[in-house]
């Protein structure tokens, strides 16, 4: 859904299964000796490396009548029978292979991007899935979008990109204007990002049916960890008419989906006969200035309580 116009005013101053991604590694030629360059651990290694998805397993393990193993995954791909020598493979579990891997110790997966962790070689999966070193979505709503990064580089991705508007401050006004407001689909209206504190937030604003029912939501969220989120608070406003609706809270991590974030009702929400009372008018275009600002609540050492740092 396209906007017919926009006018932007910003004010300067100043474990799931499916959500776990096995650790790789690289196939090597296996010869009757040994190179002196490859080590014991990387040896290990190529043992738990399942033939056919070349990820490493986990149990069970399975192998066929000739010694031959992979995962529990492809077991059901290769329809039962072992890709290397064709056998039918049965219901064997390869438990020494899965003990041995009990005894192994192997850096998080996202170690390159600065996780300095080392565990046990079955506990690794459920770090990896919650590391706070694992890169983040885009958190584009508009479309599909696949990109993953860490958070300098989601912040170009969007700018080249998706070409979404950029502002340096923490407080915002922002005027929505739609010729047609009865055609509401569950579609993405805006996303505009903000620089403030040395962190950047995105501010999402849509429409979207809620049951029978069109409505019109505004909610911020921040770009990096749900730990660090909780630093800051924000506040939305819209009103007209000597009336408005303001909303106040602590933006969600992108960590969670804009759906989800969207779904919980995590946000200024308006009625669309509210939005168009805020219109004015004839009620028959929607006008809506949504204002707001963001702080960072600080702890007050001496009475122990938080106060918020305002931008100036």
Not at 122 to 143: D, I, M, T, V, W
Request: charged share 20%; glycine share 6%.
């Amino acid at each position: 859904m396209e906007l017919d116009s926009i006018e932007c005013v910003s004010s300067s101053d100043g474990i799931d299964e499916e959500e776990i991604h096995h650790h790789q590694f690289s196939s090597k030629p296996h010869n009757n000796v040994v190179p002196s360059a490859i080590s014991p651990a990387t040896s290990v290694h190529e043992l738990l490396e399942c033939p056919v998805c070349t990820n490493s397993m986990y149990p069970p393990i399975h192998q066929c009548h000739n010694g031959h193993t992979l995962c529990s995954t492809c077991k059901t791909r290769v329809h039962n029978r072992c890709p290397t020598c064709r056998q039918e493979l049965g219901d064997i579990r390869c438990l020494a292979l899965e003990k041995v891997a009990e005894s192994l110790e192997l850096p998080c997966k996202y170690c390159s991007l600065g996780c300095p962790e080392i565990f046990p070689y079955y506990s690794k999966l459920k770090h990896e899935a919650q590391c706070n070193f694992r890169p983040y979505n885009c958190p584009y709503a508009g479309s599909e979008c696949s990109v993953v990064g860490d958070i300098p580089f989601l912040v170009a991705h969007l700018r080249d990109d998706h070409k979404v508007d950029m502002h340096t401050g923490c407080t915002f006004n922002h005027r929505y204007v739609k010729s047609n407001p009865r055609e509401v689909e569950n579609a993405t209206w805006m996303l505009t990002v903000f620089n403030c504190f040395g962190q950047y937030f995105c501010l999402h604003f849509e429409a979207f049916q809620l049951g029978m029912a069109p409505v019109y939501m505004a909610f911020l969220r921040f770009m990096g960890d749900e730990t660090e989120a909780r630093n800051y608070s924000y506040s939305l406003e819209v009103g007209a008419n000597g009336r408005k609706l303001i909303w106040e809270g602590t933006p969600r991590s992108i960590r969670d989906s804009h759906r989800k974030v969207r779904d919980s009702h995590d946000g200024l929400i308006i009625q669309r006969n509210m939005a168009l009372f805020f219109s004015g008018g004839d009620r028959k275009e929607l006008k809506l200035r949504v204002t707001g600002r963001i702080w960072k609540e600080q702890q007050n050492p001496d009475a122990g309580v938080c106060i918020p740092n305002l931008c100036s």
